[in-house]
């Protein structure tokens, strides 16, 4: 079962705001299949219940607010062939973004959430750069011809399609997962641990572009998706401070030690920009082989000819495209 078939925790005082909410972006067809979609894909993080719930909370139940701003992300979405670039995205690209932006460490919290990671000591001045260049450049437009040559996105680009593997593939994966809470309703948000702890005054100055431009991003086409921060040691709105001592006895209330990276006083072997070290929950319902490790680049959820859901690993590599199979659920939770 996807993950839009599942229920979604809709307050009773406000299931008037979401149905006309609804009502609303069906009739602006928004809710239409987008043409650069491969028909086998899921639409899952894009156009389902769930996402619209995530709008819809964003703008603080108001129908209008939400309509607005789902047109405006899809908008963005249509007019920087995002979903034709998340399929031909140059896998170097792709992890790439992975050094510079919160990825995913595999793990989940106590609540089934996926737990991203980011070390702010790898945005340094050379990787600020790489960043720069890219948000100078010009946008990459999709061509029915085709090309040969390798997707050359810019940085809102590049930085939306890394987005998308988690509203299009973790967040569904969470979702899937029945060893949570409440697995009837769907994980639609993550949390962040960032580790700031030598951030100095002078990089943290040279940061302001970056930050200004991914959380105009994360707000305008991702609300939502972030429940809560945790950051040694500074603040912010949803962000949670901790410093040194209280580092560890926090993070323990929201995630086991064995998903709590150990330079934080937890199990896990994390290292910044690692491939996702997949939970042994999550491996055992992928099948995969002996790695626990998922393959560098995008991934994506689609249907088969047979009507299971699969794990298709798709982005390029010089130029040719990449369609591979990675995990096949005959059905979900067995």
């Not at 491969?38 to 819809?56: A, K, Q, W």
């Not at 995913?104 to 070390?119: A, E, V």
């Not at 999550?282 to 794990?311: A, E, M, N």
Request: overall charge negative.
């Amino acid at each position: 079962m996807a993950a839009d078939q599942l229920n979604i925790d809709i307050p009773p005082e406000h299931q008037a705001s979401f149905k006309a909410f609804t009502q609303a972006t069906q009739e602006k067809e928004l809710l239409t299949r987008p043409e650069s979609l491969e028909s086998r894909d899921l639409c899952d993080g894009l156009s389902d219940p769930s996402t619209l719930l995530r709008f819809l909370v964003a703008r603080q139940f108001d129908p209008d607010g939400a309509l607005r701003q789902f047109q405006e992300a899809c908008e963005f979405h249509e007019k920087k062939h995002i979903l034709r670039l998340y399929d031909l995205v140059d896998i170097a690209d792709f992890e790439q973004a992975r050094q510079i932006y919160p990825h995913w460490t595999g793990r989940r919290d106590k609540k089934g959430l996926p737990i991203c990671m980011l070390d702010l000591d790898h945005l340094d001045r050379d990787a600020l750069a790489r960043w720069e260049t890219t948000r100078k450049s010009a946008p990459w437009a999709y061509s029915q011809s085709g090309t040969v040559e390798p997707p050359n996105p810019d940085m809102l680009q590049l930085a939306s399609v890394y987005q998308d593997n988690l509203i299009r593939f973790i967040l569904p994966l969470c979702s899937m997962m029945t060893d949570r809470p409440d697995p009837s309703v769907p994980v639609t948000n993550s949390i962040y641990v960032v580790d700031a702890s030598n951030l100095g005054l002078k990089q943290a100055w040279s940061l302001r572009f970056f930050a200004q431009e991914i959380s105009w991003l994360l707000s305008t086409c991702y609300p939502e998706t972030i429940q809560r921060v945790f950051v040694d040691p500074y603040t912010a709105e949803k962000i949670v401070v901790l410093p040194d001592l209280e580092v560890l006895p926090t993070l323990r209330e929201y995630i086991d030690d064995t998903n709590i990276p150990t330079k934080f006083g937890g199990e896990f072997q994390f290292t910044h920009g690692m491939l996702p070290d997949l939970d042994d929950n999550i491996h055992q319902l992928l099948d995969l082989d002996s790695s626990k490790f998922l393959p560098p680049g995008p991934l994506k959820w689609i249907q088969d000819s047979g009507g299971r859901l699969t794990v298709l690993a798709v982005g390029s590599n010089g130029g040719s495209e990449r369609s591979d199979k990675i995990a096949t659920l005959d059905q979900i939770g067995q």
